[in-house]
């Protein structure tokens, strides 16, 4: 009954979107962060993410080519940081011709069209491959973006990459570091850690000082220290944020060895609900969009 009324809520999303992608991203808004967004003149962080969803992000070209999991891989190299890509084992046009002989035993298998589209392989033994290409060929076959309101990811090719597993010493997933930049400036940086047990989000600023930008109930407990090549990575990220008003680069720290993760233009869709009042504001201060009145 539930996969049912996601599925229903999926289509109903799509076909709104498809007729006025204004009126669906304002009914998302509402559902997720229980607020009516002002799109006339934005002032927080998700309003202001949601103007540009709607205004320059849903036909803006580079920022189609640096969502689409494969092809961000080539800006990545054109702005002079090709060493910090992932390794990468292939990438397909459909399911039948991956050659599971030639992967290692790990492997992150990634849909490049969408989000939340990865199987996470740590013993290629144990990978039941009928139900992993069941749920691949689903993904492939889906138009991501219209159920998100998110519309730049409609105009991606679907594809498959597989890439090198990343893990921690305990053989989980890396910390992940998000860095929030403004106009070309990193000015926030949101950690998530704990993806094993329940994922937590914690914020620092660019000198590593924790900010209150998140909710409490999203934190991690835990102390997280500041990685000693920081200054590399808020260079990457400054290289990389240069040509959009706003962008998220997503970097792991692979045993102190930068690797990039992707570049995010909607965070959840431009409604994220784990910020809190004051860190919806702080950031929404810090993103400058040009507005039409």
Not at 93 to 122: M, S, W
Not at 153 to 170: A, F, H, M, Q
Not at 180 to 193: D, Q, T
Not at 239 to 262: A, H, M, T, W
């Amino acid at each position: 009954m539930r996969k049912m009324i996601v599925f229903c809520g999926k289509r109903c999303f799509e076909i709104i979107t498809k007729f006025s992608p204004k009126l669906s991203s304002k009914i998302l808004f509402l559902m997720r962060t229980k607020k009516y967004p002002n799109l006339k003149n934005p002032k927080t962080f998700n309003e202001k993410c949601t103007w540009l969803k709607l205004n320059n992000y849903n036909n803006n070209d580079l920022v189609v080519k640096c969502s689409d999991k494969y092809e961000v891989r080539k800006y990545v190299e054109e702005k002079g940081h090709k060493e910090i890509l992932n390794d990468l084992y292939g990438v397909y046009d459909c399911f039948e011709q991956i050659d599971f002989d030639k992967l290692p035993p790990k492997f992150a298998l990634k849909c490049t069209h969408g989000c939340a589209y990865n199987v996470i392989c740590k013993n290629k033994d144990d990978l039941d491959l009928n139900s992993t290409a069941k749920k691949v060929k689903k993904w492939l076959k889906e138009k991501y973006g219209y159920a998100t309101t998110e519309l730049h990811y409609t105009k991606i090719k679907p594809r498959i990459i597989i890439e090198k597993y990343l893990c921690d010493k305990k053989d989980e997933m890396p910390l992940d570091y998000k860095i929030y930049c403004f106009n070309g400036e990193p000015k926030a940086i949101l950690v998530c850690s704990e993806r094993e047990k329940k994922l937590r989000l914690n914020y620092f600023d660019i000198k590593w000082n924790p900010k209150d930008y998140g909710k409490e109930s999203w934190k991690s407990h835990y102390k997280i220290n500041r990685p000693k090549n920081l200054n590399k990575m808020l260079q990457i990220a400054k290289d990389l944020s240069q040509d959009f008003p706003f962008v998220r680069v997503d970097l792991y720290n692979d045993n102190g060895k930068i690797i990039f993760g992707e570049l995010t233009f909607t965070p959840a869709c431009s409604c994220a609900p784990y910020y809190s009042e004051e860190g919806n504001e702080i950031l929404g201060k810090m993103l400058k969009i040009g507005v039409r009145k």
